[in-house]
């Protein structure tokens, strides 16, 4: 297929294979990434993407291995549960053995390759060992390149000039390439040996094996990413492991557990929350949720706020982290050319050449319309799980700033709504979550035109006030409480008037630039009832409309209805399931209390879960209707591993499970915990609480749900409320 895919404006992801006819590997360690085939190759054949990548630059666009000449053979491949080491099992094929023309058959010499990523770079080692009996003269060829592509280049953004390709170097066990970029640095890729090749050239190395039966060998690769002003410190092989197993094993103790009555869903869980760790990088301020990989593996502040929701109640160490993180890049000062205003949350931030040369704005770009108000319900839930005041206290300026942003700039006529238009010329047309170009029309398909006043900002908008207004209290601003709550209510009376929809039993996607409604059917609305902002009544009505045949696949709500004019099930954003969009919307039906309707959207996602690889949801499938026996159609793009598909998991066993926390009462309560209907039990394990730790156990009965405290370490009181009456445990 070639066909170009268009997310972010002009700025394309090219689809040059489909997802569906090929598998790859990925493996992250901070800015460090890296993309390759089940042999372990890059570039031997498949998607483009492949590489090893380093702060949004290609530094290995090839590294094939071949065993006398010929492509192994595949006998397996799997990443670690971990998510940390990737392996494969690989065997010689037929091939011409000795000098008299004999032919060594096949699956006779076993190669086994190992690696993993730490600290800008990438180690592996090989072990040869020979199950026939007599030797066997092996040799190892590497093919090797560097293209040095930006991540956009990669995505299909051409250049007019580049930088310059640099002599490489080679020493005895080390191959040098090097690239000098438009920006003036220069870039390099040190490939390092364990032992001396028998012959090397800057495309190739070869190493020479005489094999006996049952004795092994072995080769150590460590593959460094660098910069002039960012050195890469050469590392062991073992070493580096020790480093690196001793990091994963302390950021797994960060995570509650989550153990069911069903082995299929504990491996969705578990996968999501080895690829969440996968994921969250380590930053100055704390851990982030870098968005995704191959094409978003950087802070995205949007995604790193809705990852955050989604896992505060397992680990909140992340919202904390990018609450600091976003207080840190806020925007001080006006720059059209970011789309940034003073108070503005960050969209993205990227540091390759030609984020940096203002190729793409995006080197630290601020063209959300979400995320400001999306930071301050972050800051509030967090401190509502926490009740950290000393963070409270630090984090509130940058709360203040956010509000002042969405009452100047945010509401830019007045009318009382929060608005986007974008001022950079080369910046994102749309500027909420669905930012592709077509993704705001109205119902006869024409595009809206801006500025544009999406229905799910403005709950968004409202619960902000509302939980800042509570983190007023909380600091003795009651003036300024009062004043937040009265804006939060003003606006949900106009909300009402101006976005409900009364024949499409929904609110309207958004009004365009002249305040017409967009009366077409997405899943915006869900996103309404998240916030707070629907009436109640109204509320359901959204909700039924929702998980309506038009709109609900069978894999999850489509982001547009099937009736509507723009309707595709194959397009970025109109047609096509989010699994997170799906996590927020079971979260609107959880805060109005349908818990009929919650099972919908679980199920379904848990049932995709089953039939894609490892478990892993990617970022998005498309949105044709449920066919027996078959999985989810794939979007030929999507990036996987996602973190906010990752954490949708955890979205909805929130939504199902409600855990609050009371932090000044000492007190956690359980308020009329449900489960889906294909558990019939669920341990908690190990979850952090600000005044001590609980593992508890959840069990399915014909009314309701039991709880039972099976750890408590702590003095904290444990309230279980059901819609019968309360019932309390002291511990």
Known sequence: MEDVIQVHDQFYILATASKATERVA????????????????????????????????????????????KRPLLLSARAKDDNQRFSADLTNPDMPFGDAGHALLRDLV?????????????????????YHTVHVPVSLEFDIDADFADIFEVRGTRRERRGTRLEPTLTERDIRLRYRGLDDEERWTAIG??????LMTPASARFAYDLLPRTPASLSIAIRCGREHRPVPAMAFAAAQSQSTAAGDATRDQYAVVDSSSERFNLWIRRAATDLRMLVATTPYGAYPYAGVPWFSTPFGRDGIITALQTLWVNPRIARGVLEYLAVTQADAVDEQQDAEPGKILHETRSSEMARLGEVPFGRYYGSVDATPLFVILAGAYFDWTGDPVFLSTIWPHVERALAWIDRYGDRDGDGFVEYARQSSSGLVHQGWKDSKDA???????????????????AYVYDARQRAACMASTLGDEARARRLRDQAQRLRTLFEERFW???????????????????????????CLFGGIASPDRARRVAETLVDAPMFSGWGVRTVSSAEHRYNPMSYHNGSVWPHDNGIIAAGFARYGFDDLIPRPFDALFDASTTVESYRLPELFCGFHRRAGEGPTLYPVACSPQAWSSGVVFHLLQSCLRLSVDAAARRLSIERPILPPFLTYLRLLNLELPFGTIDLLFEQHALDVAVTVLRQGGDFEVRVLKSGGVAEQNQ
């Open 26 to 69: 990925v493996l992250q360690h901070d800015d460090t990434f890296a993309v390759f085939d089940l042999y372990g190759d890059v570039g031997a054949f498949g998607t483009s993407e492949q590489g090893l990548y380093q702060e949004g630059t290609r530094h290995l666009s090839r590294f094939r291995l071949r065993i006398n000449g």
């Open 110 to 130: 076993h190669i086994f390759r190992t690696r993993f990523l730490w600290n800008g770079t990438w180690h592996e080692r090989i072990r040869l060992w020979n």
């Open 193 to 198: 040996w364990s032992e001396r090749p028998q």
């Open 440 to 458: 705001i029309f109205h119902a006869d398909g024409t595009l809206a035109d801006a500025p544009i006043a999406l229905c799910e900002v403005q």
């Open 501 to 527: 929809c009364e024949n499409e039993s929904t609110y309207a996607l958004a009004l365009d630039g002249s305040k017409r409604p967009c009366r077409v059917r997405t899943s915006n609305g869900g996103h």
